[in-house]
């Protein structure tokens, strides 16, 4: 920690607590989406939400986060993703613990509230290996479903091919879709703390390593594959779009 506490804020940027902020939100936003349909179920019965709402639900809820808040933050809510921008440099390191930190807030606050004020439902909502899938699979298929999350995101950032508004599409339309024919096999996670926030919060820890290795080491495979496709990092835009493009 250096003085001032510049090692988690970024001192030299005077928006730095609203960049925070959005991320916990963002996150917070995300988790809800991600684990509530399962906790609803649970709570409701039966299939109040089905699975084809479940799946898409999380995709949408990220596009929608990116169109409000993703010039104040850049709109991450996914470690894979503030890591990755950052190893592409087109984030600086010295904001990627308060980030993380804000992220992982978020997720066990949505886990929590929805404990809370729903009741906990043994394994609702978390994900988990599906019937005949170990952990050693799943942890291959979270790299493999993280890799692509992160190269349509690095991809649209990017100044060689940048689509603006469009990313939003991009990146939720990925998610949905990976959830949809991927769920049955790891539930889709892609983001270590939208399956370890809840996963603590519901003292349901199960896999962990799988959830937690998978996304973190798709990160350098993803930033190698945008290398070959678009070269180094760290051009105005891209820089623009990780960072939030809002000013003091």
């Known amino acids: 920690m250096t003085a001032g506490g510049e090692a988690i804020v970024d001192g030299g940027d005077p928006l730095w607590w609203r960049r925070f902020f959005g991320e916990y939100l963002g996150t917070f ?75 992982f807030a978020g997720a066990v606050s949505a886990a929590g509230l929805l404990a809370g004020s729903l009741g906990g439902h043994g394994t609702a909502g978390l994900t988990l290996p599906g019937p005949g899938v170990d952990a050693r699979l799943a942890l291959l298929w979270e790299l493999i479903l993280t890799v692509g999350l992160l190269s349509a995101i690095l991809g649209t950032a990017s100044g060689a091919q940048n689509v603006g508004g469009l990313a939003a599409v991009a990146v939720g339309g990925y998610l949905a879709l990976a959830g949809l024919w991927a769920s049955p096999l ?63």
């Open 29 to 103: 936003l995300l988790v809800l989406a991600s684990v509530g349909p399962g906790v609803v179920n649970q709570r409701i019965g039966a299939e109040a939400v089905s699975r084809t709402a479940a799946v898409v639900s999380p995709g949408l809820m990220v596009a929608s986060i990116i169109l409000f808040m993703g010039a104040v933050a850049g709109a991450h809510l996914n470690p894979s993703v503030t890591l990755a921008f950052a190893l592409r440099r087109d984030f600086p390191w010295r904001r990627v613990p308060g980030y993380l930190l804000a992220q």
């Open 186 to 248: 790891t539930g889709a996670s892609m983001n270590v703390f939208r399956s370890l926030g809840p996963a603590l919060v519901y003292g349901q820890p199960r896999a962990w390593w799988a959830y937690l290795l998978g996304p973190l080491l798709a990160v350098p495979v993803a930033v190698a594959i945008a290398a070959v496709l678009r070269g180094p990092g760290g051009g105005r835009i891209s820089r623009r779009t990780a960072q939030g493009t809002a000013r003091h």
